[in-house]
């Protein structure tokens, strides 16, 4: 089935050490992005990719990372600068020129 | 800067008992409304894309209309399974290609109760 993978779907991160999310999609899809979402507000977007190699920042990049050496392949890494990382975040792919975004099923991450 | 305000926030209903979610926005120039659905833990699902006032698309019990200023999620006699989070997010004008100015509401938490 085509779909979007988001891995682990939870994580845990010490102090001072960054960590890796995984997101994979079998759509074909040009455009990928990150989202955070966190109680009491809406999506956030963290960074966001329309080409392989190429990408941009969100609202709020600040203390994240991502590449896109492959269409299929969008990974977020959360740096030690992120001071308050905990979260649940959501990674997510449209066609370049629709206008719907589809869902992964997203990733806890917990501070610790 | 474009907005988005959902309407209640939560919502208990009795199973049966139809009502409409609200989603009031401000946007310069509206490319598309969208409607998830988000059950906890789990990512959005997409329900509708409306794209101008006067719009309506429909889903088993659901029905989402367009305004120019707001746009509505109506549930006809719901059913337990129909409870979750409800989001409603905005697409404007100013962005290069598509959805990367996409703008969400913090939702609106409906349970439905046998």
């Known amino acids: 089935d085509g779909g979007i993978t988001q891995s682990p779907k939870y994580l845990f991160r010490k102090e001072g050490q960054n960590v890796t999310l995984s997101c994979e999609q079998n759509?074909?899809?040009?455009?990928m992005y990150w989202y955070r979402q966190d109680p009491g507000q809406g999506l956030r977007l963290i960074y966001y990719s329309q080409i392989v190699n190429d990408f941009q920042k969100g609202d709020i990049a600040e203390g994240y990372s991502v590449s896109r050496e492959k269409k299929e392949s969008f990974p977020l890494t959360v740096t030690s600068a992120q001071k308050n990382p905990t979260a649940f975040y959501l990674c997510a792919s449209s066609i370049l020129s629709g206008n719907t975004i589809y869902f992964g099923e997203g990733s806890w991450l917990t501070v610790v | 800067e474009d907005q988005v305000t959902q309407s209640p926030e939560a919502l208990r209903l009795q199973e049966g008992e139809s009502s409409s979610l609200n989603c009031s926005y401000t946007v310069s120039g509206l490319r598309g409304l969208f409607w998830y659905r988000q059950d906890p833990g789990k990512g959005p699902e997409f329900l509708f894309t409306?794209?101008?006032a006067g719009e309506e698309k429909e889903k088993e019990r659901l029905k989402a209309t367009l305004t120019k200023k707001e746009s509505f999620l109506h549930i006809t006699a719901p059913k337990p399974e129909d409870s979750a989070t409800y989001l409603c997010a905005v697409s404007g004008d100013i962005s290069n290609f598509g959805n990367e100015k996409l703008t969400f509401g913090t939702g609106t938490r409906l349970t439905i109760i046998p």
């Open positions: 759509l074909n899809h040009d455009a």
């Open positions: 409306l794209y101008s």
